[in-house]
T-cell receptor, first 120, second 111 residues
Framework: EAGVTQFPSHSVIEKGQTVTLRCDPISGHDNLYWYRRVMGKEIKFLLHFVKESKQDESGMPNNRFLAERTGGTYSTLKVQPAELEDSGVYFC??????????????????FGPGTRLTVL | EDQVTQSPEALRLQEGESSSLNCSYTVSGLRGLFWYRQDPGKGPEFLFTLYSAGEEKEKERLKATLTKKESFLHITAPKPEDSATYLCAVRLWSSASKIIFGSGTRLSIRP
């Protein structure tokens, strides 16, 4: 079974340009998450999709970031225009149904290898 | 503010030398605590979930324990292949989605 894939693995752009990151979750996983790690900091939650709907986007830093998940399959994260502080590693993760009702067990999140974004 | 703190930041051990990594948390309503392993250039790999104080989980040379304030990841007789960054993360009752990560412990095992 293929794991979570992310494209590109690295991206170097100049300040003010636009970059689009892509994530392909594991087939059949309804839940898709975006995280990022900026230099020297911990991994931080950005947003969560359930199928094509945004469940929680409280971690999105500002309106320069736009995430979409067309048809509940792959997802894209666009940064427009990119700023220097956007540099970091962007991770995507997916999981099966979380079973949110009640004291549910955690369905492990499978992470992709990440996209390293450098804004010059 | 909800916070997860891991210590030490880095740990170097000799092969076979057992030790523990610490994850302390200050959160409002812990729903679950997770341990992940991360190798260079890769995403985090899930290891354990703990839900309540007193719970323990084991996998090969690793054992995770949980109290009301902290979690420990005990590594027994480690091997060089156990070298990685170990991440602790928590999920809260206040959010079905968000996971808060600690900054990790870089573990290096010398042969």
């Amino acid at each position: 079974e293929a794991g979570v894939t992310q494209f590109p693995s690295h991206s170097v752009i100049e300040k003010g340009q636009t970059v689009t990151l892509r994530c392909d979750p594991i087939s059949g996983h309804d839940n898709l998450y975006w995280y990022r790690r900026v230099m020297g900091k911990e991994i931080k939650f950005l947003l969560h999709f359930v199928k094509e709907s945004k469940q929680d986007e409280s971690g999105m830093p500002n309106n320069r970031f736009l995430a979409e998940r067309t048809g509940g399959t792959y997802s894209t994260l666009k940064v427009q225009p990119a700023e220097l502080e956007d540099s970091g590693v962007y991770f995507c993760a997916s999981s099966q149904d979380q079973g949110l009702a009640g004291y549910s067990s955690y369905n492990e999140q499978f992470f992709g290898p990440g996209t390293r974004l450098t804004v010059l | 503010e909800d916070q997860v703190t891991q210590s030490p930041e880095a740990l170097r051990l000799q092969e076979g030398e057992s030790s523990s990594l610490n994850c302390s948390y200050t959160v409002s309503g812990l729903r679950g605590l997770f341990w992940y392993r991360q190798d260079p250039g890769k995403g985090p790999e899930f290891l354990f979930t703990l839900y309540s104080a007193g719970e323990e989980k084991e996998k090969e040379r690793l054992k995770a324990t949980l109290t009301k304030k902290e979690s420990f990841l005990h590594i027994t007789a480690p091997k060089p292949e156990d070298s990685a960054t170990y991440l602790c993360a928590v999920r809260l009752w206040s959010s079905a989605s968000k996971i808060i990560f600690g900054s990790g412990t870089r573990l290096s095992i010398r042969p």
